[in-house]
């Protein structure tokens, strides 16, 4: 658990690293390109993330579980070879189909942005599927640094495209440039494999896809409705309202999804390959389960009661007056996204006991539902209404899906209840100072200087009293372990 708690610390503190970067850059970016700007450039990503999740088949998820790495390289090239053949169709769909794609979204101008979508994905992909590989040697500061460059070449692109003439061509530049940049950092760190492309031959390919021919056929259905769920938003909402509010929504997304890339994603990547090592050795992954789930709760409710607390106010003075909707929306969309926190990194866990038909259950439930109260509220004419009944819906499949992982893990719905309400009512005792300055009107630079000293206070308190999270804490630090 120690090793663990190290690699997910090395991915965290890389992704901490590069996460502040673009938010300190982001209140530039934000002055610099208009939310009609965001919402475009949100609908061509969303676009992209779904030919992403497609492309490689699933198979990079199988990349954990041979004990062979000689079995390994075929399946990470034969997921690189599907994805490219991925890559090359979607181009030749988007030339042709460019037109009828901006009459169906309805935004004037949007088909010639789509061009660029065959570049993000081909980039992009490679970054999904190397991760995979990287995460499996072990080699989390290669993964980490790749974080950190992705991020700053992006916005460094980004602001300065918008300097010289603000558009979405500017944002999305940004995004090529950030992946193009964290592919060669990720291809470099695969130098010591370089021998293992001796062992690719076409009969082992085709031999592995067959063994792990789940992946395909449940996992690339699950994780395509999860992203269409996920990416179908941004459609609706330009739709039944404009490219705006899609704006809007779109950093208010991003904001309220940083804890999640933060630490959920950097816990996933590892907690997939301990999981697997875990399940491979002893069979029984209930206590490695139950201490991740337990340390993502007092790590992640604070976060998420503090969101929505001092969104608004806090999106007003980082990112100007033109995005006050957008605080709003973030904080309807925290506690959904405390849910979230807790069950992506431990939805592997389908995989590593090869159930993925649960997870495919539960992912196209949650697209049809979200499909039905995104429409519900479009009808109705109010966007805080259709993104209220967005995220509850979010907070019900998400809360279902972590019930499912306990369940499948032998570990007791009460003990995950009472650990939430536990730490729930520790986070609002201490943020009880924070709610009163609010409700008193003080002054925007009060709330800010409240809300630091109380989060200190909140995880001074769980480091304390957990010995884990203290260890751990003391080891990144290279400082002593005794608590004074």
């Known amino acids: 658990m120690a090793r663990f ?67 390994s390289i075929n399946l990470l090239v034969l997921s690189l070879g599907i994805a490219l053949l991925i890559t090359l169709v979607t181009a030749v769909l988007l030339i042709g189909g460019s037109d009828l794609i901006e009459e169906r979204v309805g935004v004037v101008g949007f088909g010639h942005y789509t061009y660029f979508v065959p570049i993000l994905v081909g980039f992009n992909v490679i970054y999904f599927i190397l991760t995979y590989w990287l995460s499996r040697k072990g080699r989390y500061g290669v993964i980490g640094l790749s974080k950190v460059l992705n991020n700053t070449f992006s916005k460094a692109v980004q602001i300065g495209a918008g300097l010289l003439a603000a558009s979405p061509l500017g944002l999305l530049g940004g995004m090529i440039a950030g992946f193009a940049v964290a592919d060669l950092v990720m291809i470099r760190g695969m130098k010591e494999d370089r021998h293992l492309v001796a062992d690719v031959n076409r009969e082992k390919m085709k031999s592995l896809a067959s063994r792990y021919r789940r992946f395909p056929l449940f996992n690339t259905g699950s994780n395509l409705t999860n992203t269409l769920s996920s990416e179908v938003t941004p459609f609706m909402l330009a739709f039944f309202f404009s490219p705006v509010v899609t704006g809007l929504y779109a950093l208010a997304h991003q904001a309220v999804n940083m804890p999640v890339r933060l630490i959920g994603i950097s816990t996933s990547q590892v907690f997939f390959q301990k999981a697997s090592e875990v399940q491979n050795q002893t069979g029984n992954v209930k206590e490695f389960v139950q201490t991740v789930h337990t340390s993502l709760i007092k790590l992640g409710v604070f976060p998420t009661l503090l969101t929505m607390l001092i969104a608004e106010d806090l999106f007003v003075l980082v990112f100007g007056s033109a995005w006050l909707m957008a605080g709003t929306f973030t ?46 509220g479009g009808i109705s004419g109010d966007p805080v209404l259709t993104i209220l009944l967005y995220s509850a819906t979010g907070v019900l499949f998400s809360g279902f899906m972590n019930i499912w992982i306990l369940r499948l893990s032998g570990i007791s719905l009460f003990t995950s209840l009472s650990t939430i309400a536990r730490y729930g009512a520790l986070g609002v005792v201490i943020a009880s100072p924070l709610m009163a300055v609010k409700v008193l009107g003080s002054s925007l630079i009060v709330l800010l200087v409240i809300s630091v000293l109380v989060t200190g206070i909140y ?26």
């Open 5 to 71: 708690a190290v690699n997910v610390l090395k991915l965290v503190s890389a992704s901490v690293v590069a996460q502040v970067l673009g938010f300190l850059l982001l209140p530039i970016i934000t002055r610099l390109y208009a939310p009609i700007d965001f919402g475009i450039f949100q609908l061509v990503m969303s676009i992209t993330a779904i030919v992403v999740v497609v492309a490689p088949f699933s198979y990079q998820f199988a990349l954990m579980l041979p004990k062979k790495d000689s079995d």
């Open 331 to 376: 904080q309807i969309l925290a506690p959904w996204f405390f849910f979230v926190f807790l069950s992506l990194p431990l939805s592997s866990i389908f995989s590593v006991l090869e159930k993925q038909n649960i997870d495919l259950s539960f992912n196209l439930l949650i697209l049809v539902s979200r499909v039905v109260v995104l429409v519900a």
């Open 459 to 484: 995880y001074a308190c769980i480091i304390s009293y957990d010995n884990r999270l203290r260890t751990t804490f003391f080891d990144l630090i290279g400082g002593e372990r005794k608590w004074v």
